[in-house]
Nanobody, 124 residues
């Protein structure tokens, strides 16, 4: 079973920056590789939406609402994905989740793994 743990959320003023991190681990075996890594967010009363994605080859994709302000990156040896968020707006307030499409482990592949979420609040 793959576990994802997000960190780095918090309260920030409009125009500020935050960096989210997501670390992967397994309860048994080792992680051999990870396919596409994604960040989602869910604001109160709204559906969960994809914010950014990065493939194993480093190709990135962003939601229109964050393009030019957010930057997704990954560290394959550390099994981590990051989301650098700049020029934050009040509408960026949400719980942010990381998701891995497929994680290849020594005990076989694990699909659709999610973290527990980290709260980001943008407010003055």
């Amino acid at each position: 079973q793959v576990q994802l743990v997000e960190s780095g959320g918090g309260l920030v003023q409009p125009g500020g920056s935050l960096t989210l991190s997501c670390a992967a681990s397994v309860s048994s075996g080792v992680i051999i590789g990870i396919d596409t890594m994604r960040w989602y967010r869910q604001a109160p009363g709204k559906q969960r939406e994809m914010v950014a994605a990065i493939t194993s080859g480093g190709v990135t994709d962003y939601a229109a609402s964050v393009k030019g302000r957010f930057d997704i990156s990954r560290d394959n040896p550390k099994k981590m994905v990051y989301l650098q968020m700049n020029n934050l707006k009040t509408e960026d307030t949400a719980v942010y989740y990381c998701r891995f499409d497929r994680t290849v482990t020594s005990r076989g592949p694990q699909y659709d793994s999610w973290g527990q979420g980290t709260q980001v609040t943008v407010s003055s």
